[in-house]
Nanobody, 121 residues
Framework: QVQLVESGGGLVQPGGSLRLSCASS?????????MSWYRQAPGKERELVAA????????NYADSVKGRFTISRDNTRNMVYLQMNSLKPEETAVYYC?????????????WGQGTQVTVSS
């Protein structure tokens, strides 16, 4: 039922930009889910890159990407985006879209399969 599909990854030169998209389907009420982007480089743990809350749409970013990355969501189209500027080689990773519903009692995560971002000359 619920599906997240990332797109927009690819090869980009250092200093370049990419815009990742996450298309969702199967959500009864997409707007109640917090959305986020994670990334995982080879040999590294998956880390949070950017997140946007549900109702208030508050955002938070990893310190390393503040000022360069922007997360946004379109609840009408059930889409989430990550604009990435001034990309660095060390940001080469698989980028994953995440949807989370959380209460005091439970936490439920949905994950996409990821899209590869390679920053290289």
């Amino acid at each position: 039922q619920v599906q997240l599909v990332e797109s927009g990854g690819g090869l980009v030169q250092p200093g370049g930009s990419l815009r990742l998209s996450c298309a969702s389907s199967g959500f009864t009420t997409f707007s109640i889910y917090a959305m986020s982007w994670y990334r995982q480089a080879p040999g590294k743990e998956r880390e949070l890159v950017a997140a946007m809350g549900s109702v208030a749409s508050l955002t938070n970013y990893a310190d390393s990407v503040k000022g360069r990355f922007t997360i946004s969501r379109d609840n009408t189209r059930n889409m989430v985006y990550l604009q990435m500027n001034s990309l660095k080689p060390e940001e080469t990773a698989v980028y994953y879209c995440n949807a989370r519903y959380q209460t005091q009692l439970i936490k439920h995560d949905y994950w996409g399969q990821g899209t590869q971002v390679t920053v290289s000359s």
